[in-house]
Structure formats: C-alpha cells, structure tokens
C-alpha cells in the first residue's frame, strides 16, 4: 500500500530523521524544487544538548522540543509523516513505513545515533540512557521517585543503593549530568527532604579513559575534572562498567558500587535502518559516506549527521558526532541538490571546527575555542549565550531563560514533578 | 507494618490529599503544634481550572503543578507521603496505605472528586477525562495524533470521525475545551496542516440542561453561547449522551455524531474512601458533614472540599464543588484545629461567594461578581490576572505569563508536543 503524499512532477527528496542534519537540509530544502518528504517517529525536533537539564528538573521538555509543523507552518512543499521506517527497498527506489511505502528520486539518511550498551544486556536493561526527550524525563521522574522510596524504606542496605547514583562516561553529557546532580544535592533535595541525611548521597562519575572531554583539550579535561572535585562528585578515570545486576555497579578496577540509579552515556552507535548493503556499515555501526556524504555504492542515497561516517586523514575515524558536524553536512549536501538540478560538479564537504564547550556547574563552564581557550563564570555565560540563541523559537528562548535565571537566583529548580501520560485503554 | 514516619508528643492531623482544601489546610497548619503528615498519589498541587490550557497545548503541566515539597522546603513539622491510602480505620484511629499504616489523632479527607461517567463503562474506556494533569496530557497527545492520522487515512468515514471533537458538560470545564478547540481550528491546525481541509471539522458541545454554565448568572449563560457560537462551535442544549460505541456518539435528541474524540466533563463525583461507614455518603458520592466540617458519627474525622457534602437551607445540595469552597473550608478548619488546641468552641462554616467566572477565547470571557457582571475583553483580562494571581509560585506566574503573552500576539500555541515518558523495564 501506498503512503497517502499527493505525487508530484518535481523530483522527491525523501529525508529519514529530523535531527540537527534532517532538519536543517529540510528549512533549506523547502523552498527549492524538490518536493520534501520528512518522516520522523516524533513529531518534533529535539535540542540534544540539553537533555541533561530536563533529566534533572531545569527546564522543560518543551523548552527544548520545537513541532515540525510549527517550522513548516503553511508550507505546501513538504510533507511530514510521523512514522516509523521499517526498510529502505534501494532497488525500488522506496522506503517502506509503517503508514505504507513511500517513493523517493532521492533518499537521506539522517537517522542519528542511538545509545551503545557494547552488547551488555543488563545494562540495557536496567540503566538510564538518555537519548531522546522521553528518556530524559524517565530519568527524571526516576530520581525524583527515588527520594521518595528512600523516606518509605527502613533497609539500610536498600537505602545506600538508592543513595548513590552512578553517571557512566565522562563525555559532555555524563560531565553535565553528573554536575547537576551535585547541584541538586547541595542546593536543591536537602531543602525537599529534611528527613533525609545528604552526607549519605553519593554521584560517582565512570570514565574508561584517563580524562574527560576526551572531545576537548587537556586544558578543559583537567577543568572539568576539577569543577566536578569541588562540586564532590567521585570521579573514577580508567574504569569500565563490568556488569551491572542486583544493583550493583562492578567496575574493571574491581570496584563495587551499591547503586538503584545508574545513567548510561558511556557511547553510542548509529541508529539501523534495514535494507543497505551490510557492507557499508563501518566502524560505530555508522553508514560510509564519500566526501559528498553519498553512501558508498548507491547514486541517490545520502546520510548525513551521527549516522554518517566520512573517514579522511585527517579524521580516520570519522568526524565526531556532533551537531556542528550535522549542520555542516546538511547545508553542503544543500548545495549539492541544487548543483545536481543544474548538473554542475558536487562540492565535497570540508568542516570547519567551531569549537566546543562543556557546563558542569554555576559558573563552571569549559570552552575550547580554534584560538583560545577558556574556563569559569564567563565560559558559562558564553555556554548559555550559544545554547539559548541555538534552541529553535522564540517562546522556548524565552522560557528557558526565564527558567536559567529563576534557577540561578534561587538556587532552585522548580520542575520536581512526577507526571506521566496514561496511554488511553483499547478504543474502537 | 508502620509507615516511616518520625512519633512525636505533638497530636498528629493525617491529611489525604493535597487539592486546593488539603494543601489550604497543610500550609496553615505547618507552623502549629501539631505534627502534620500529608498523604497524595502525587508529588505536586495541581491548579486544576487550567487543565484544559494543557490539554489544547497553551500551557505545560510544570506550569499548573507545584512539588509540594518546594511548598514546604525546610519544614521539619510536615511530612509528605506520596503514597495511595487503601483504608480508614476509624476504630484503631489510623489509615492503611501502601507504604503501611499511619496513626493519627486527626483525619482531614480531602480526596476531591473525580469523573462521574454515571455507570456508562463505553463512555469510561471510550472517552477523555479531564480531572488530572495526567489525563489532560493525553487528551493532548491524543488530539495532535488524530491530524496526523488523518493524514495517513484514505477511509472517508474513518476521517470524518476523525474531524469531528464532542465536548459533553457546559460547565466552565466544557465551555474552555471547546472554545479553545475552536482557536485552534482557526488560527494554529490550518497551518500546521496545509493537507487538511479544516472545514471539515466540527466541534461539538453537548449539554443536557438548557443552559451553559449552570452555575452562573442567566446572563453569563446566554453571553457564553454567543460566544461559542461565534467561534463556530456547535452547542447542542437539552440533549444527553446515551451512547458512545464505534466511534459514534448517540444522543437523547435521536442525533448521532461520528467522533473519534469524545471529551467527558459532564460531571464529577467524590472520590470514595474505604472504612468509613457507608451512610454517611450522600448525593454525588460525597461525604456529609455537619457545619463544622466534621463527618457524621465521628469525633475526630473531617471531609474538606469537593468531597464534603455540607447541606444546610441555602444549599440543600451541599456547597458547590468549586475552589473557593474548599479554600474557605480549610483556613475555618484551621481555625477551629486552633480552637481545639485550646479548648474553645468551634466557628460553623460560613460560604462568602465570590464570585465565578469562565473564559471561551481570546477577548471572550464571563465573570459574575457578587454586585457586578461583565463580558468580553475585560472580562477576559481579569480572568487572566485572577488566575495568575492564584497559581503557586513566582516561576510559574511568569512562564505562564510569557506563555499567554506569546499565545496571544502570536495567535498560536507552541507546545504541539506528543511526549510520553516511558516506564522502566523491570529492575532487580
């Protein structure tokens, strides 16, 4: 069965994922001559970045969810499905959905990355990724709830468990993750639970690596590790997660932690889509790109952002995943439509590193710039300053600030609620 | 097996729940002589004359739910127990609850009222209640997903069931549902879906008295219709819901309309309560209670709020179950709580009506003042203002400042986000 899009003369870009990559190649996409296609599982875009913050109450999902709708309000050249793709058919020129096949001329592959547990099952099962929205808020609702079992349980050894929360990988996302939670032990839970000795809470910060940030300099790893010090957090370079099962956390340098909550940032892979040639998988289950971000072996197949792996020599191992990476990609693959209309000669993708930054605290912040580098209360202005103007929509800049700047007067965070969606019962 | 809960010399008051009555109660009682402990499914207050914003995306749920912990920071004298209550047991003076029993010298009920489906169980499974934060979430998430499914339908019948939204109750609740429905369809669904033809759609609202808004002034009633009317919504009075099967709603009137999307706020009935003796339930489920709030044949139990039936010349129907009500409830319980203490009479009951009032759409509003009534624009503002005014906490008044401000000039509703927080898999 067909999907329900109206076909058109115009050539038909089909797009898989509305991350940084898919959306930015769809907003410059849809005033071209080809007819846009986005299919998304969700029906907005998500601000990755700052996951973190909804996980532990300082803004809302909202604030950092923009709908697709809303960027293409009143546009008829593009058509959004929120559906699941189940296979690519290359040969037919088709995807197939859960909503039905859908025809492309040409097909981007911008599916993102997803969670990497390195085939550990119990980690999967019982640890707290956070790659979407919903996993954040999950995250949420779970250490929230957390406090509350610890005033019902008269189990010492239980209550140890629920004391100690465990942050795997020391990448910007467990950094900030881990950060935050010192805050909120210091600030925030012993104001919420006077019941309740914080002597007794624990945030232990896992690294397999002998520093942090192994994206950044030296200079903003030994930063970053020092922030963290002074915020207590319990930092373990060197270790790996070994298992992970009756609560208890087992690291490589024989290490155990009792611990209910452990957060899972440790690494991830590229998102699956069937129906590619196995082959050009590569490293990071990512797909193989040439320097025009072509999957290897196809004419009309692209990918493009974290799922894509473009290797050169300057990059073996391709360029990280990251959504200055995506963006750049997006608007160079841009381009290159446009050039392919005109049948002039493709542009390769060069990327222009822009820098990068990591917040750990209040004014504790690390920002690696091409040409200086620098760290504390004016690197985190800095940080706010580039994440507020990055987040889609003028509303959601707005609430965040006023959410940054309650937070940071009040030494609060004020989004402590436990609230989930009931899915309805069966209908019909 | 006993609660967690610190024993000390001081009499214990046993809240059960945390509304507008049992949080009145709690925050006034903090800093007595008594220990309090208060008992809610929940972890936050919700401001429950919003809950229709959620649900046609104007607001988020953080921005109308306060953690009550953030209410009661640093207070030694309360303790919160976010826990479901199972059981009174009036002769040992305790309550069961899922955490274990809990011993109290005085028990305020406070569990509020819930949705009154009048024993039909195809309109329960079948349609969307709006009596938490929860469920207006769903409705929200399940009204963004039905245009995303007429996208993909190609069914005729399917789509115009799917066009069609029935609102049943014209009380404040029904009213704002469907007048925001109606600003949606005409100034963000035609956007955001260019493929749709939203003259199709219709929003109906069905009432079965021949008046809106019965407990308002004849001239609130008479204004409000106009006002739907204008809108382009379709109000339906004197007729009933009699069934709700296949997707069809059949009415009294012999009318029957096709509607995925059934919206019930057509009554409420109190929250039932296990232990106490069965005929002190009066109409509408709730418990009565003599001029002191006081529940009938016991000497240390009361009912606040919308549970409370207090019937007396001037409300042989008990008091209606609105905020005031219950605040007003609460702080002359507070009152007499004092009293108590000191071995002085108690003070009866006094209602002092202040007035009510309903908002249909931007400009459109009703108030009834005890010497005045007015419509329109300025109507409308002061709706805005005293519902600012009442929502808990200076963060929550301005993002939902900045929302509405947003809303208003943008003639738009940001927050179309289908978000669900998953639940873990099992852990262990």
Do not use: C
């Given at each position: ?43 907005y875009?998500m601000f990755q970045p700052l996951f973190y913050q909804v996980a532990t109450a300082g803004i809302e999902p909202s604030a950092i969810s923009f ?63 956070m790659?979407?929205v919903?996993?954040a808020l999950t995250l949420r609702n779970s250490i929230l709830q957390n406090f509350e ?16 929360f ?6 910007p996302t467990?950094v900030e993750t881990a950060g935050a939670l010192a805050e909120m032990k210091r600030f925030v839970l012993p104001k919420d639970y006077p019941?309740?000795?914080f002597?007794?809470m624990?945030i ?23 922030y963290?010090?002074k915020l207590g957090v ?123 930054m990591a917040t750990v605290g209040r004014n504790l912040a690390?920002v ?8 504390g209360w004016f690197a985190w202005l800095v940080w706010m300053f580039i994440h507020l103007k990055s987040i889609l929509g003028v509303r959601n800049k707005m609430v965040t600030f006023v959410n940054w700047f309650w937070n940071y007067i009040t030494y609060d965070q004020s989004l402590r609620l436990i609230i ?9």
């Open positions: 069965m067909k999907a329900n899009i109206p076909e058109v003369e115009n050539k038909r870009i089909v797009i898989i994922g509305g991350g940084f990559a898919g959306l930015t190649l769809a907003r410059k996409l849809v005033k071209s001559n080809y007819q846009i296609v986005l299919l998304d599982k969700h029906n875009h709908p697709y709708r809303k960027v293409f309000q009143s546009k008829n050249n593009i058509h959004i499905r929120k559906t699941e793709v189940l296979k690519v058919e290359p040969e037919n020129n088709r995807v197939l959905t859960k909503i039905g096949e859908v025809n492309y001329d040409y097909l981007v592959v911008a599916v993102g990355a997803t969670t990497n547990y390195f085939g550990n099952e119990d980690i999967q099962l019982r640890s707290y990724p790659k979407s919903a996993e079992n610890i005033l019902i349980s008269d189990n010492a050894a239980e209550q140890e468990a629920m004391m100690n465990v942050v795997v990988g020391g990448g467990g019941e309740i000795d002597n007794r624990n232990y910060l896992v690294e397999a690596a002998p520093r942090l940030l192994g994206g950044m300099s030296e200079a903003s790893s030994k930063r970053s590790y020092q963290l010090m319990k930092v373990w370079l060197n270790a790996a997660v070994k298992a992970y099962d009756n609560d208890v956390v087992e690291l490589s340098n024989g290490a155990s932690i009792p611990a209910k909550t452990m957060v899972w940032a440790a690494g991830v892979r590229g998102n699956t889509l069937e129906g590619l040639n196995p082959e050009i998988i590569g490293r990071g289950n990512r797909i193989v790109v040439d320097s025009f971000n072509a999957v290897k072996g196809y004419s009309n197949i692209f990918a493009i952002g974290d799922v894509a792996l473009m290797q050169n020599e300057k990059f073996p191992n391709g360029y990280p995943q990251v959504a200055q990476v995506a963006i750049q990609q997006a608007a160079n693959l841009v381009t290159n439509f446009k050039n392919m209309e005109q049948d002039k000669t493709l542009n390769p993708f060069h990327y222009r590193d822009l820098g990068s690390v690696d710039l091409p040409f200086v580098k620098f760290y989930k969606a009931k899915a309805r019962p069966v209908k019909g």
